[in-house]
């Protein structure tokens, strides 16, 4: 079955810097990967996905970029705030589940 | 709509009860999902359903858990006997066949002592 890989798993940045997740999946037959953000006592929620046939995407302060070849995709959220904030999952699918990665807890400092 | 709702938000009862977590999905939404949050294993797929069938069931970790779907406004998951390793985060989500969008509830915190 699919295999997500997601790193750092902490990141420490500076409210006003960028900050960058990076996940790695298996199967080459995933085709849809989405970005969850989770709040403390929260459920996961979508805040931006991609599909297997585009390379970027762009949603105000956030990005996200795929490599369908090195079968990775990144986060990038830049002029982070303090709202930033909270626990990041990445997810790939290629139907129906999605299998998440392990997630990164994001803290942006003031 | 109010979302993915799920009851109790938070259940704390001891090993070897029974445990009943319940959850109404987005109206509308002919898919759903059961997961478990851990600190050591992230986010689990346990079971979903489709138009209220069982599909795929292969993430549910024994015969202690049985999920159910009697019609399309609601869901259970149980566990009979409970045990402390069960305690985690409970999660229901939803969405719509053709959408990959999934919904998630606020989730029930479960400990079993």
């Known amino acids: 079955g699919e295999n997500v890989e997601q790193h750092p798993s902490t990141l420490s940045v500076q409210e006003g810097d960028s900050a960058v997740i990076k996940c790695t999946y298996s199967?080459?037959?995933?085709?849809?990967f989405p970005w969850y953000k989770q709040e403390l006592g929260k459920g996961p929620q979508l805040i931006i996905d991609i599909r297997s046939n585009v390379g970027e995407k762009k949603d105000q302060r956030i990005a996200v970029t795929l490599n369908k070849t090195a079968k990775h995709f990144s986060l990038h959220i830049t002029e982070t705030q303090p709202e930033d904030s909270a626990v990041y999952f990445c997810a790939a699918s290629t139907g129906r589940q999605l299998t998440f990665g392990s997630g990164t807890q994001l803290t942006v400092l003031p | 709509d109010a979302g993915v709702i799920q009851s109790p938000r938070h259940e704390v009862t001891e090993m070897g009860q029974e445990v009943t977590l319940r959850c109404k999905p987005i109206?509308?939404?002919?898919?759903l999902f059961w997961y478990r949050q851990t600190m050591m294993r992230g986010l689990e797929l346990l079971i979903y359903f489709n138009n209220n069938v069982p599909i795929d069931d292969s993430g549910m970790p024994e015969d202690r858990f049985s999920a159910k779907m009697p019609n399309a406004s609601f869901s259970t998951l149980k566990i009979q006997p409970s045990e402390p390793r069960d305690s985690a985060v409970y999660f229901c989500?939803?969405?719509?066949?053709?959408?990959?969008?999934?919904?998630f509830g606020a989730g029930s915190r479960l400990t079993v002592l």
């Open positions: 109206s509308g939404h002919d898919y």
């Open positions: 989500a939803s969405n719509l066949s053709g959408a990959n969008v999934l919904t």
């Open positions: 199967d080459s037959a995933s085709n849809y």
